[in-house]
Nanobody, 130 residues
Framework: QVPVVESGGGLVQAGGSLKLSCVAS????????MAWFRQSPGKEREEVSY???????????YYADSVKGRFTISRDNDANIMYLQMNSLVPEDTAIYYC????????????????????WGQGTQVTVSS
């Protein structure tokens, strides 16, 4: 089992920003894909963003349409930390945000599939007030 720990959640007003972090110990970051998912009460867990470095030419990054242009995913491979910078937050972004790790590359379709991720964190709560 790989320890995956999220942090950085909190309460913020609409229009505000938060930066989430995910630490995954014992991994070589450029050999795994990582993603953020979120789950609101009464809803299924949904994809937010994905990042990997399997291709030596650069990073592969995907965003859900609902966050594109507002959220930015990044990671520090040397420090084993992934980030999610969230700007222009709206109440609909309120959810528990989860970090997930997969051992194989994802494409534009498969990055959304929860069952393809090997490890998950416990989540961090993000609440956006109107």
């Amino acid at each position: 089992q790989v320890p995956v720990v999220e942090s950085g959640g909190g309460l913020v007003q609409a229009g505000g920003s938060l930066k989430l972090s995910c630490v995954a110990s014992g991994l070589t970051f450029n050999t795994v894909g990582m993603a953020w998912f979120r789950q609101s009460p009464g809803k299924e867990r949904e994809e937010v963003s994905y990042i990997d470095s399997f291709d030596s030419s650069g990073e592969t990054i995907y965003y859900a349409d609902s966050v594109k242009g507002r959220f930015t995913i990044s990671r520090d491979n040397d420090a084993n930390i992934m980030y999610l910078q969230m700007n222009s937050l709206v109440p609909e972004d309120t959810a528990i945000y989860y970090c997930a790790v997969r051992s194989s590359p994802a494409n534009f379709v498969s990055w959304r599939q929860k069952n393809q991720y090997n490890y998950w964190g416990q989540g961090t709560q993000v609440t956006v007030s109107s």
